[in-house]
Protein backbone atom coordinates (compact mmCIF):
# COMPACT_ATOMS: atom_id res chain seq x y z
CA UNK A 1 0.00 0.00 0.00
CA UNK A 2 1.24 3.13 -0.54
CA UNK A 3 -0.28 6.86 -0.23
CA UNK A 4 0.03 10.12 -2.59
CA UNK A 5 0.46 13.49 -2.19
CA UNK A 6 0.94 15.73 -5.21
CA UNK A 7 1.42 19.77 -4.71
CA UNK A 8 2.46 22.71 -6.35
CA UNK A 9 -0.33 23.10 -8.70
CA UNK A 10 -1.58 26.82 -9.07
CA UNK A 11 -2.28 29.83 -11.60
CA UNK A 12 0.22 30.18 -13.90
CA UNK A 13 0.11 32.48 -17.17
CA UNK A 14 0.66 30.87 -20.52
CA UNK A 15 4.53 30.05 -21.53
CA UNK A 16 5.12 29.65 -17.61
CA UNK A 17 6.47 27.03 -15.43
CA UNK A 18 5.52 25.33 -12.40
CA UNK A 19 7.02 21.88 -10.78
CA UNK A 20 4.31 19.23 -9.50
CA UNK A 21 5.72 17.06 -6.94
CA UNK A 22 4.48 13.69 -5.65
CA UNK A 23 5.00 12.47 -2.16
CA UNK A 24 5.10 9.19 -1.69
CA UNK A 25 4.67 7.09 1.89
CA UNK A 26 6.87 4.18 0.78
CA UNK A 27 10.70 4.20 -0.93
CA UNK A 28 9.86 4.76 -4.94
CA UNK A 29 12.81 2.60 -5.35
CA UNK A 30 10.36 -0.26 -5.18
CA UNK A 31 7.60 1.02 -7.55
CA UNK A 32 8.35 -0.11 -10.72
CA UNK A 33 6.10 2.88 -12.82
CA UNK A 34 4.98 5.78 -11.76
CA UNK A 35 2.63 8.02 -13.81
CA UNK A 36 1.20 11.67 -14.07
CA UNK A 37 -2.15 11.51 -15.31
CA UNK A 38 -4.16 14.91 -16.04
CA UNK A 39 -8.30 15.62 -16.22
CA UNK A 40 -8.60 18.36 -18.11
CA UNK A 41 -12.84 20.50 -17.16
CA UNK A 42 -15.19 17.54 -18.42
CA UNK A 43 -12.92 15.69 -20.09
CA UNK A 44 -11.67 11.95 -19.64
CA UNK A 45 -8.27 11.75 -17.38
CA UNK A 46 -5.35 11.45 -19.47
CA UNK A 47 -1.75 10.14 -19.16
CA UNK A 48 0.79 12.82 -19.24
CA UNK A 49 3.95 10.52 -18.39
CA UNK A 50 5.60 7.74 -16.60
CA UNK A 51 8.74 7.06 -15.53
CA UNK A 52 10.22 3.34 -14.04
CA UNK A 53 12.47 2.61 -11.16
CA UNK A 54 15.08 2.20 -13.22
CA UNK A 55 14.69 5.66 -14.57
CA UNK A 56 12.63 5.52 -18.35
CA UNK A 57 10.78 7.64 -19.03
CA UNK A 58 7.55 7.90 -21.44
CA UNK A 59 5.61 11.21 -22.74
CA UNK A 60 2.22 11.82 -24.04
CA UNK A 61 2.97 13.89 -27.69
CA UNK A 62 0.98 16.62 -26.08
CA UNK A 63 2.98 17.49 -23.62
CA UNK A 64 6.89 16.23 -25.24
CA UNK A 65 9.49 18.30 -24.77
CA UNK A 66 7.72 20.72 -22.53
CA UNK A 67 7.61 18.18 -19.22
CA UNK A 68 10.18 16.32 -17.52
CA UNK A 69 9.43 13.76 -15.35
CA UNK A 70 11.87 12.40 -12.80
CA UNK A 71 12.22 10.84 -9.10
CA UNK A 72 14.02 11.73 -6.04
CA UNK A 73 14.75 8.35 -4.18
CA UNK A 74 16.26 10.26 -1.13
CA UNK A 75 13.02 11.56 -0.43
CA UNK A 76 10.15 9.40 -2.31
CA UNK A 77 9.12 12.05 -4.39
CA UNK A 78 8.13 11.89 -8.01
CA UNK A 79 8.23 15.31 -10.04
CA UNK A 80 6.85 16.76 -13.13
CA UNK A 81 8.42 20.22 -14.06
CA UNK A 82 6.18 21.44 -16.36
CA UNK A 83 7.20 24.27 -18.98
CA UNK A 84 6.16 26.73 -21.71
CA UNK A 85 2.41 25.94 -20.41
CA UNK A 86 -0.57 26.41 -22.69
CA UNK A 87 -4.17 26.97 -21.79
CA UNK A 88 -4.92 23.49 -22.65
CA UNK A 89 -2.50 22.44 -20.28
CA UNK A 90 -5.01 23.46 -17.43
CA UNK A 91 -6.71 20.24 -15.73
CA UNK A 92 -6.54 18.59 -12.22
CA UNK A 93 -2.84 16.39 -12.06
CA UNK A 94 -2.86 13.48 -10.52
CA UNK A 95 0.52 11.02 -9.65
CA UNK A 96 -0.43 7.73 -9.27
CA UNK A 97 1.18 4.08 -8.71
CA UNK A 98 1.22 1.20 -11.36
CA UNK A 99 0.03 -1.92 -10.74
CA UNK A 100 -0.77 -4.87 -13.61
CA UNK A 101 -1.20 -4.02 -16.77
CA UNK A 102 -0.50 -1.97 -19.53
CA UNK A 103 1.06 1.91 -18.22
CA UNK A 104 -1.03 3.37 -21.15
CA UNK A 105 -4.40 2.37 -19.43
CA UNK A 106 -5.26 4.37 -16.28
CA UNK A 107 -7.11 1.29 -14.92
CA UNK A 108 -3.53 -0.80 -14.34
CA UNK A 109 -2.96 2.02 -11.79
CA UNK A 110 -4.43 0.94 -8.50
CA UNK A 111 -3.30 4.00 -5.90
CA UNK A 112 -3.60 7.67 -6.79
CA UNK A 113 -3.45 10.86 -4.97
CA UNK A 114 -5.80 13.54 -4.60
CA UNK A 115 -4.73 16.13 -7.33
CA UNK A 116 -3.37 19.60 -7.75
CA UNK A 117 -5.19 21.86 -9.65
CA UNK A 118 -2.91 23.64 -12.48
CA UNK A 119 -4.58 26.69 -14.37
CA UNK A 120 -3.29 27.93 -17.34
CA UNK A 121 -4.14 31.70 -18.03
CA UNK A 122 -3.42 35.55 -18.81
Known amino acids: QVQLVESGGGLVQPGGSLRLSCAASRSIGSILTMGWYRQPPGKQRELAAT???????TYADSVKGRFTISGDTTNNTVYLQMNSLKPEDTAVYLC????????????????WGQGTQVTVSS
Open 51 to 57: ITSDGRT
Open 96 to 111: ARKGLGDAIIASSYDY
